[in-house]
């Protein structure tokens, strides 16, 4: 049984549901609009690659991509890291996993410029992923870039500036330095299924 004491994610949950009711979408309401769609509970998704000591709380709501805590000591705090999964990533689940935050509120402030959906993007595009998220001046040059959700619209983007202004939040950009750093320092408490539990 994993012990999971995070006021943050809790408070988190309940501005989703206040986004939703304040900013109404015809689909994924509150957070989803900005590419998270948060659960009302912690769990292991249980994908051939997402690391058994992992709590999911969000998912992207495509192809499986699904933002989770690192378990350590079997608990989950304010403290533990963020990891996205990409199941559709082909190869080794090392590959499919990447580090996305120290933390569940430098998560947040990652994901200001663009919104959290295209994070999976980390594990096909890293450097150009790295770039669009830096900066609000990076600008899409190619169609394939919005179908993947470097663009937040219209909806997302009062999402974000309420979440702004609820969390007192201020973007956070990574240097591919920094964004190494941070797979160097967490990766290896990942544990990852073995092959014939795929």
């Known amino acids: 049984m994993v012990s999971i004491k995070h006021p943050l994610l809790h408070d988190l949950r309940q501005f989703d549901a206040e986004a939703a009711h304040r900013f109404p ?9 900005m590419g998270m769609l948060i659960y009302s ?24 991509v699904h933002f989770s805590f690192i378990v350590e000591n079997n608990k989950v705090t304010e403290n533990s890291p963020v990891i996205v999964t ?6 080794e689940p090392e590959i499919a996993n990447l580090v996305v935050a120290d933390n569940l509120r ?10 959290y959906f295209a994070l999976e993007q980390l ?30 619209g219209d909806y997302g983007q009062r999402v974000r500036d309420f979440l ?3 969390f007192d939040l201020t973007p956070l950009p990574y240097t591919v330095t920094e964004f190494e750093v941070l797979q160097d320092k967490y990766k290896p408490l990942l544990k990852y299924p073995a092959e014939n539990e795929w």
Request: proline share 4%.
């Open 25 to 33: 979408a015809k689909f994924d309401n509150g957070l989803g609009q």
């Open 164 to 166: 702004v202004e609820r």
């Open 123 to 152: 594990a096909y595009h890293r450097d150009l992923t790295l770039q669009a998220y830096s900066s609000s001046e990076w600008q899409p040059t190619e169609d394939w870039h919005c179908s993947v959700g470097y663009h937040l």
């Open 86 to 91: 990409v199941p559709a990533n082909s190869g």
């Open 106 to 115: 430098n998560y947040l402030r990652f994901g200001l410029h663009r919104g």
């Open 41 to 64: 509970e912690c769990r292991n998704e249980g994908y051939w690659c997402t690391p058994k000591n992992s709590m999911a709380f969000a998912t992207t709501g495509g192809d499986g």
